[in-house]
Each structure stands twice: as C-alpha cells, then as structure tokens.
C-alpha cells in the first residue's frame, strides 16, 4: 500500500503504479482488507483530501482498483464505491490540481500544479522529470548544499528548491524565473510548504551583505528569495549581489535559442565573481532530443566553460519510477 501511496500522492502516471503485484496477491489472497488500506493510504489520506490530485487522476485510480476487486472473490467494498462517487460529484474539471511528493525524511512537498502542458505561454507551470532528479540527487548529497547560498535557476513551481530548503539546510535559497505566471504559482506554493520569501529588494548589494554575519545562522529555516532573474539582461553586478556559492537548474536545456542564452549569462556568473571562488554549477536535463543536448555540451566547449557528468544515482528513493535519461552535468565556470 505504501508502494502506491507514493506514486498516487505524487500524480505520477498510473500505468507506473504497481498493479502487477496487487493484482498477484490478491489472486493469492482475495481480501478486500488489502484495498481498503490502499484507498486509506491514497484517497482518503489527510494530504489527498487536502491537496487532491486532479479529479480526472483520482477517477482513473478508483475505477482501475474498482476493476482489481471485481476481478477477484473478494468482499465487495462500499468504501470504494463512495469515493468514486464522491469524485465523480465535483464539478468540472480545474485547469489546477495538486502533487504531494513524500521525502524520505518524512517530510512533504506539495505544490499546485497546472493540469495543462504549457499555460499561459509557458511550460513552467508544472514539475519536470530532471526536478525530480535533481532533488533527488541534492537529497543524497546535502553537505554541497548545506550553510550556503544555492541560486536555482528556472525554478518553474518550485519543487526542487523546496526539497532542498526543507532537507539539506541552505542558509539561503534564491529561486529565480523570468515568467510572470509562473512567479505567482511559485509563491503559492512557498507559502503551501510553510516558506516565507523575502519582499523584494532583497535584490540590493547593501541587504545582501547585512545577512552574511554567522555563517551557520538560521540553517533550519533557510532566508527565501524569489527573484526575477532574465538571462539575457541581467548584470554582471546583480548576480554578484547575489553571493550565490552553488547554482542549479533542471530542464533548461531543451531549446538552442535559450542554451545561447542560458551559457552567456554563465559566461557573467563566472566573470562577476571578483575575489569570491566561483560558484559552483549543477544542470540537470532530461534528453529528449540528443541534439539539442550535444549542441549544449558543444557551445559550453565553444565557451571554454568545462564540465563532467555527474553519475546518476540508480537508486530513487523517493519516487520509484522507472529511470528517465537525464543526465547532471558539473559545469566549471
């Protein structure tokens, strides 16, 4: 039940869940006990009442466990009849819904999503596969993360940084995208996960260096920035200010126009670093087109920016999805 627990509380596509296995045990065993923990452990859990997935995902779930039961001599189970039910009751479809992504900490990240691919022009308004990997990775290694300034880069709704402001103690987190929409979804869910940004004008040097007494100051609750932040007209001067000792980003790497972009203003980070080290610079993609990946790694080259392949950890612990091919890449700029 737990198996599905996760994956269902996260939306990830139902064909993913593990109905091979209920359906093995319950030829084995025909209990209705072994659904009712399941629908406990999903539908009726406090965080899916809460923040429900959409109501679309919720019907496909049911009907599929529905299916299981009835395929079986199992007790019939009224429970699950109601819940569907009570799904098929609420209105129309919203162009919202939510994900609860459980950490292995025990922790949760819930954010509202856009049910739609692209909206309002941008495709920013829903978590990425390479997010999910990135955070992963961040969760196994907190230590790069841990008393420091981390800038994300494209932080779309913000999962990523989320993760790691709840389990890896930065000392300051700034998220940052250039989309109207997508900044107000992302301070949406800041404040569903109990974060706090800074008003703007955190953006000034002068604010910047008031808060660098006490390195390890308030790592529990990292200070939270949300920035605006265009690649293309950003200063050397505004990314100094923002003291950034480690830079991500997951999925920005998918169109040539934006790698221009995305590698000039790297070429900025590296040469805005006056005495300070460089930061240091994690991308994580998910190759769709190879082309457009090998084109990155070409014009980073071009740009005498050096990079490595970070291996991926094999084990995902906290979505147990099949592996999609994304890739980190350690850049040195």
């Known amino acids: 039940a737990l198996r599905f627990q996760r994956r269902f509380l996260a939306a990830r596509p139902l064909r993913s869940l593990p109905w091979p296995e209920l359906e093995q045990s319950l030829r084995t065993a025909p209990d209705s006990a072994l659904l009712a923990d399941i629908l406990h452990k999903t539908i009726l859990h406090p965080l899916c009442v809460k923040y429900p997935p959409s109501a679309k995902y919720r019907r496909g779930f049911l009907t599929e466990l529905i299916k299981k039961l009835e395929s079986t001599a199992a007790e019939p189970l009224d429970e699950l009849y109601e819940a569907l039910a009570d ?69 779309g709704v913000g999962f990523t940084g989320i993760a790691i402001c709840k389990s890896c103690q930065p000392r300051t987190f700034i998220f940052s995208d250039c989309h109207p929409r997508v900044l107000s979804q992302l301070g949406q869910n800041l404040q569903l996960n109990g974060l706090s940004a800074e008003p703007d004008g955190t953006w000034s040097p002068q604010t910047e260096s008031q ?35 480690v830079v991500i980003a997951a999925d920005v790497v998918y169109d040539p126009e934006i790698i221009v972009v995305l590698i000039g203003m790297l070429q900025k980070l590296s040469s805005s670093r006056a005495d300070r080290k460089a930061p240091e610079v994690f991308i994580a993609s998910t190759i ?23 291996p991926a950890h094999s084990s995902c612990n906290f979505l147990c999805d099949v592996q999609p091919d994304v890739t980190i890449l350690q850049l040195f700029v």
Do not use: M
């Open 288 to 310: 769709r087109n190879p082309a457009t990946y090998q084109l990155f790694q070409a014009e980073l080259d071009k740009a005498g920016i050096r990079w490595q392949v970070i």
């Open 211 to 245: 808060g660098q007494e006490g390195e390890g100051q308030s790592c529990q609750t990292p200070k939270v920035i949300v920035a605006e932040l265009d690649w293309g007209s950003v200063t050397e001067k505004q990314l100094l200010a923002l003291r950034a000792d």
């Open 87 to 155: 799904v098929l009751k609420e209105a129309e479809e919203s162009t919202h819904c939510y994900k609860n992504y459980l950490l292995p900490s025990g922790d949760c990240v819930s954010l509202c999503e856009s049910t739609a691919l692209i909206s309002g022009g941008t495709t920013g308004l829903l978590t990425w596969e390479a997010a999910l990997h990135l955070a992963q990775w961040a969760l196994q290694n907190p230590s790069l993360f841990r008393g420091r300034t981390i800038l994300e880069l494209g932080s």
